[in-house]
């Protein structure tokens, strides 16, 4: 196809550094790079640089970082989101923000094309097109990994040594990272061995459970309809309260995660990952709601969140049922509004205390002690209908 401007969604990392000259010289195109600040931290310092010096003609930097966390962070912290039971969802998360800018980037420039550096092997494809289809369908869409001949990381990297390319990978230390303001992914290198344990070098985001502090350390969190609004009694914004739980997280060894996961495209995956502060705030919200909601709704709620984690992970942000879901969990986080205090040691993060103005816990009636609410004798009555079904089930069949 033909395309006159291209903006690609640059990271500065091994594949989207050699795409800049690869777009120009197999499509002819104008590339304009594009990196949006999620709070990968020093690792967007020189990209300005890079990306004019391998053949950008211009790069947006944009800081997404509070609309990330309060439009796509906290609204699924409230879902209680979490992908096949352990995966805490940055990279997926992350995608649809990303993608979201760089429509409107590409709108302003009058680019007919938008390009990403995803792999034909991944899930961040399906994120990043969907996105982009859903909110401008006619938009052309280059993904140079389905297209061009490099067929590995040792190819990528040879073709960008070819080209006098600075790229943070070698073909000794493989590891593809992804890191945000919520956490930091590994996969790649000896991780494609399931059996492999990771080497403790790897780790950026925490320290080894091992070596974090011997005495335990005591956190608690104020939320606000299922929103975090303090620490330690003390407010914080957005943005600064995710970097202080990272802090914490950090300083405690919490938040690492090994998984093998079931990628969208089929096929599964071993990736390793780092969320100190996010694995502090989700156990800390999931607390508050064993105290405020009430048990039916909980455990359907328990059931949505499932679904919305697999929404998050295939890339189906911007789609109706996502909306809807929003629309429930929001009514259920009315009374979640509370404090929870949480003990931060050698890797684990505990919940010991919990409160609330909307407690559902009743002393009296869940005391063990004499009571004058509760009276036990109801409780056989009870029995006997509760079991009605299984009962008349068991005498025919045994039949």
């Not at 930091?184 to 925490?206: A, H, K, N, R, V």
């Amino acid at each position: 196809m033909k395309v006159e401007k291209v903006v690609l969604a640059y990271s500065g990392g091994l594949d989207t550094s050699i795409i800049i000259p690869w777009l120009k010289e197999n499509y002819g195109c104008e590339v304009i790079a594009y990196a949006a600040d999620v709070g990968q931290g020093e690792e967007l310092a020189p990209l300005r640089e890079k990306a004019i010096k391998t053949g950008a003609s211009k790069i947006y930097l944009e800081d997404l970082k509070e609309e990330f966390v309060t439009d796509y962070i906290f609204p699924m912290v409230k879902a209680g989101a979490i992908y096949e039971g352990k995966y805490l969802l940055g990279t997926s998360i992350a995608r649809p923000v990303i993608a979201k800018k760089q429509i409107e980037i590409a709108e302003k420039e009058g680019a007919d094309a938008v390009a990403h550096g995803c792999t034909g092997k991944g899930n961040d494809q399906v994120r990043f097109e969907l996105t982009f289809r859903s909110l401008k369908p006619d938009v052309k869409v280059i993904a140079p990994w389905r297209e061009w001949s490099i067929t590995s990381r040792d190819d990528a990297i040879d073709y960008a040594r070819a080209r006098g390319i600075d790229v943070p990978v070698t073909k000794d230390k493989p590891y593809s990272m992804d890191r945000n303001l919520w956490h930091i992914s590994y996969e790649g290198g000896i991780l494609e061995d399931p059996w492999q344990e990771p080497d403790e070098e790897m780790f950026i985001l925490t320290v080894s459970p091992e070596k974090a502090p011997r005495e335990p350390e005591y956190l608690e969190i104020d939320f606000e309809k299922g929103i975090p609004v303090a620490l330690n009694g003390q407010a914080y914004e957005p943005v600064a309260l995710i970097e202080e739980l990272n802090r914490l997280g950090r300083k405690h060894g919490i938040g690492r995660v090994d998984i093998v996961e079931d990628r969208l495209v089929g096929m599964k995956s071993r990736g390793v990952y780092e969320t100190p502060g996010g694995t502090i705030l989700v156990i800390a919200h999931k607390e508050l709601e064993y105290l405020t909601l009430e048990r039916e709704t909980m455990h359907f709620k328990e059931l949505v969140a499932a679904k919305y984690a697999e929404l998050v992970y295939y890339g189906q942000w911007f789609s109706p049922l996502r909306e809807a879901i929003d629309a429930f969990v929001d009514h259920t986080q009315e009374q979640v509004t509370g404090t929870v205090r949480l003990k931060l040691w050698q890797g684990h993060c505990l919940p010991v205390g919990r409160k609330s103005p909307y407690s559902l816990y009743r002393e009296d009636l869940a005391t063990f002690g004499q009571d004058q609410v509760y009276n036990q004798k109801d409780a056989e009555g009870f029995i006997k209908l509760f079991g009605l079904p299984q009962q008349v089930w068991n005498m025919v069949n045994k039949k």
